[in-house]
Nanobody, 125 residues
Framework: QVELVESGGGSVQTGDSLRLSCVAS????????MGWFRQVPGKERVLVAS????????DYADSVKGRFTLSRDNAKNTVYLQMNNLKPEDTAVYYC??????????????????WGQGTQVTVSS
């Protein structure tokens, strides 16, 4: 059974940085796409960063481009989300996600069907 465990959330000030980590267990890390979503109360989860099943392609939502960096360490079965220059609008619960099926496109939000428990990120002004 696949399990994703996030860590690294917290409360910070505008302009600060945080790094989220997500460790996957229960299966091989490759070839499964990985993504970071975020959700605020009353709204749907939004994909903010994702990496292809092989790790060679990374994409970002426009709202985080230039500030967030996703990296993938296949040897450690871990993906990271480095978040710099945080803004109050980044406040959300952040979820790590993957797919049950191999070789799925990391850009397809509907393909993600394995979820971590979420970690809260709060940015105050």
């Amino acid at each position: 059974q696949v399990e994703l465990v996030e860590s690294g959330g917290g409360s910070v000030q505008t302009g600060d940085s945080l790094r989220l980590s997500c460790v996957a267990s229960g299966r091989a890390f490759i070839p499964y796409a990985m993504g970071w979503f975020r959700q605020v109360p009353g709204k749907e989860r939004v994909l903010v960063a994702s990496v292809s099943w092989g790790g060679g392609v990374i994409d970002y939502a426009d709202s985080v481009k230039g500030r967030f960096t996703l990296s993938r360490d296949n040897a450690k079965n871990t993906v990271y989300l480095q978040m710099n220059n945080l803004k109050p609008e980044d406040t959300a619960v952040y979820y790590c996600a993957s797919t049950l099926q191999a070789y799925m496109s990391h850009k397809n939000e509907r393909a993600y069907d394995v979820w971590g428990q979420g970690t809260q990120v709060t940015v105050s002004s």
